[in-house]
């Protein structure tokens, strides 16, 4: 494999007509989890099936997702789990992978990391047999510039692995990219940025939400008139560092300020308590998970997000597109959304610098506006519109060159 500086896919109209006049494609959508599926890749199924495509999905958990079973033609359970340590689980789930992509597939298209390694796995000497073309977005490579030395390398050398195993390779932020490159990962023109997973910015837009809603919002978490909220969307695992928030809104030490916290996960209980220790837990609200986080968003005078690790956050870009001001952490991916006067960026794993920035949030409070509309104008390059067309370019390239490579056998099962 050679290094050079890879090429974003371009973003150009979708030739509908080359697409509808093709066979019908078979798309299969994984992920590890159903509710990466669920929260990410809708959109693109709901467009590929528009077009005629016929468009399946496998993931944990996604029998029981009524959303998925609806938005897919056919959906397949897959028995791995979260855990890079569970070998039963990875060698039921390789079987699994080459038994459902044998019924036919043109693409296959695998998100996160669990999921990603054990399908190019199980895939890397069947792809040219079957005529399947492997696509692997990186959702932010799980080395980066803040991880360990021994994490890193150890994270790395099986990002490298499975590259020898993938068709194409999308990243989703500079940071990704240039490691990409500069670690031979895949050849340039192999290697494809694009802004994400995209999002509705007419979903996500303040006029589309009732004030009401915002109004019912504050009511439910007890807030007086003056009363001021900060709010974090974020599964509750370690990476995501809710006790910088918590920590940070004790240092504040300011009886009027709120924290709620959307979503679900291991660590909401000892967030609980964290709460309950430092004497704020009458003023930290855990919420669980919402279906709709856009009143939540505007009740608040800022979204904080303090992760370790991101890929480009989804929970950024919904703040940016409400026009919302959002505080994170200086790293890849957020950094990206937020330089620039845009948002606020912390050190992370400094509790103090958060505070910081929530203060100045809450004494600015024209400043936090306007970085909020700032946000909004920013936001609409990423856009769901424009990545389902940057997804269409790259199963187009992918297609013409599965159909060049000599001997491969590559579309004979076309049909849908």
């Not at 028995?79 to 693409?107: H, M």
């Not at 590259?163 to 490691?179: F, G, H, M, P, S």
């Not at 192999?190 to 004030?211: E, F, K, W």
């Not at 991101?310 to 890849?332: D, F, H, Q, W, Y």
Request: net charge positive.
């Amino acid at each position: 494999m050679t290094s050079g500086t890879a090429r974003p896919v371009e973003v150009l109209p979708t030739d509908r007509r080359s697409f509808e006049a093709a066979p019908a494609r078979r798309l299969l959508y994984v992920a590890t989890v159903a509710g990466t599926i669920e929260g990410f890749l809708l959109p693109l199924a709901n467009h590929f099936r528009a077009l005629g495509w016929r468009v399946d999905a496998m993931a944990n958990g996604i029998e029981g997702s009524k959303n998925s079973r609806e938005s897919f033609h056919q959906v397949h359970e897959a028995p791995w789990t979260r855990s890079p340590t569970d070998v039963g689980s990875i060698l039921r789930a390789k079987s699994t992978v080459l038994r459902v992509v044998r019924s036919g597939y043109d693409i296959v298209h695998v998100h996160t990391p669990v999921a990603g390694f054990v399908t190019r796995m199980a895939l890397r000497d069947a792809r040219s047999r079957l005529g399947v073309r492997v696509i692997y977005t990186a959702h932010g490579f799980h080395f980066h510039s803040g991880g360990s030395v021994i994490a890193n390398a150890a994270f790395r050398s099986l990002e490298e692995m499975a590259a020898r195993w993938t068709d194409e390779l999308v990243v989703i932020n500079k940071e990704d990219q240039e490691a990409a490159t500069r670690h031979g990962m895949t050849s340039p023109g192999h290697l494809h940025r694009l802004p994400g997973i995209g999002i509705d910015t007419d979903h996500y837009d303040r006029r589309a939400v009732n004030q009401s809603a915002v109004v019912e919002v504050r009511k439910e978490l007890g807030l007086a008139t003056g009363d001021q909220l900060f709010v974090m969307i974020a599964e509750f695992t370690r990476n995501k560092r809710h006790d910088l928030a918590v920590r940070a809104l004790a240092h504040l030490a300011r009886q009027d300020v709120h924290l709620a916290f959307a979503g679900t996960g291991p660590l909401e209980r000892p967030t609980e308590q964290l709460a309950q220790r430092l004497g704020v837990g009458d003023r930290v609200h855990l919420l669980g998970y919402r279906s709709d986080v856009r009143p939540l968003v505007l009740a608040s005078i800022a979204t904080l997000l303090c992760s370790e690790r991101e890929g480009l956050p989804r929970a950024v870009l919904e703040s940016l597109s409400l026009g919302v001001l959002c505080i994170g952490t200086r790293i890849r991916g957020t950094a990206e959304l937020l330089d620039g006067d845009i948002g606020l960026l912390v050190p992370p794993r400094d509790a103090n610098a958060l505070t910081r920035a929530m203060a100045w949030a809450l004494d600015r409070p024209k400043g936090a506006r306007d970085r909020g509309r700032r946000g909004r104008a920013h936001v609409t390059q990423y856009g769901i519109e424009k990545v389902i067309e940057m997804h269409a370019r790259l199963y187009e390239r992918a297609l013409d060159r599965a159909q060049a490579a000599p001997g491969s056998g590559a579309m004979s099962h076309g049909g849908g």
